[in-house]
């Protein structure tokens, strides 16, 4: 698809302005219907379905794919857990730190979870700049971003070493309990974080053009674009924590 | 809730512009519920009341997210339901898997201990 001219009010096909069109024909722009009316209208034939940018549309349906790819894996882990004999290891105390000697339970996931929060805070702010056209700022609030990112992925690889090299956690088993516990810990936390990764690049390279003016004929919706991946991952990591790591 | 949707220069994309305050509310929400739900682990809830606070704190933190930062909120009822339908077809099969599950759970129990 390429940009669309934009239609102004008034002038989409084989309806325009009459005082009272039927719902199907109702113009675009201001007089846009809203509710289930609204729906109906913006299903009819004749006309672009999403009154979005092409872009932003895409990156809802990559999301939406995405959302299908980690609910698959939700879904196993459910399955493997509920139908094992063998009891499962106590995520509490499998992930615990100790802090003066004492095991704190799930600090380091608990620590994690506060800096995807922020980041994605950091980045519905530099959304917010990217619209009010301060490109600086903007740049600014995704490489701090990034950097939580970053912080993230290296907050993981440490708990990775941690499992592999003291507690002896292997995709086909574990001193602990259940031996699915190290591939579907593997396989979740390691696709999660592939997607951070992938959204640290991602960011970098937005925020980079952005400083260097390849965005600037546009709305600068390319950083809400970005910013909705990021999100993302900030929203898969809370049903990571919540079914993985709590339950 | 008070917000500008559409800028005069491109009536079809919707800017999404709201104020800064807002943002940081929810943000601040989220990083409440986190800690309530750390807390459900570190004071050792467990049955039915781990389960009932899991599960809330995750649908409210998930639900801010998508509404707020991801600006469902402020989207076309077209692109909200083409996105937040079809994800309910994996409860679908969350159902099947749970029901399979305790199948396999019951035979294995049964037979090979």
């Known amino acids: 698809m390429t940009d669309m001219p934009l239609d102004p009010p008034g002038a989409v096909a084989g309806g325009g302005r009459s005082p009272a069109p ?65 009891p499962w290891p106590n995520p509490s105390e499998v992930f615990a730190l100790n802090i003066g000697g004492k095991p704190v339970p799930l600090l380091l996931i608990a620590v994690m979870t506060f800096i995807l929060i ?8 530099a959304v917010n700049c990217a619209y009010r056209r301060d490109k600086v700022t903007a740049a600014k609030l995704m490489f701090v971003t990034a950097a939580f990112g970053a912080m993230f992925v290296s907050m993981q690889a440490f708990e990775w070493t941690k499992l592999i090299m003291d507690e002896g956690v292997r995709p086909w088993g574990n001193p602990m309990g259940a031996a699915q516990f190290g591939s579907v810990f593997f396989m979740v936390t390691g696709f999660h974080g592939l997607h951070v990764t992938a959204g640290v690049i991602y960011l970098s390279v937005v925020a980079l053009r952005l400083l260097a003016g390849k965005y600037d004929r546009g709305n600068f919706q390319i950083v809400e674009i970005a910013g909705l991946y990021w999100h993302f991952v900030d929203l898969v990591w809370v049903f990571i924590f919540a079914l993985f790591y709590l339950w | 809730m008070e917000h500008v949707a559409t800028p005069a220069s491109a009536p079809q994309q919707h800017a999404q512009q709201h104020p800064i305050g807002l943002y940081f509310k929810i943000w601040g929400l989220l990083f409440v519920l986190s800690t309530l739900s750390y807390l459900v682990d570190y004071f050792h809830f467990q049955g039915g009341l781990r389960w009932t606070l899991i599960l809330l704190f995750m649908m409210l933190k998930a639900g801010l997210i998508v509404a707020v930062f991801m600006h469902m909120a402020w989207e076309r009822m077209a692109l909200v339901c083409a996105i937040l339908i079809p994800p309910g077809a994996l409860m679908v099969l969350v159902g099947l898997m749970a029901s399979e599950a305790n199948y396999t759970n019951l035979t294995r129990l049964l037979f090979f201990r």
Do not use: E, N
Request: proline share 3%; hydrophobic share 45%; charged share 10%.
């Open chain 1, 22 to 86: 039927p719902a199907h024909a109702a113009p675009h722009g201001d007089g846009q219907v809203a509710g289930l009316r609204g729906l109906v209208a913006d299903w009819s034939g004749d006309q672009q379905t999403f009154q979005v940018a092409w872009g932003k549309a895409m990156m809802w349906i990559f999301l939406l794919s995405d959302t299908f790819i980690f609910g698959s894996f939700l879904t196993g882990y459910m399955t493997v857990r509920t139908s094992t004999t063998v």
């Open chain 1, 118 to 125: 922020s980041s994605s805070g950091t980045m519905a702010m």
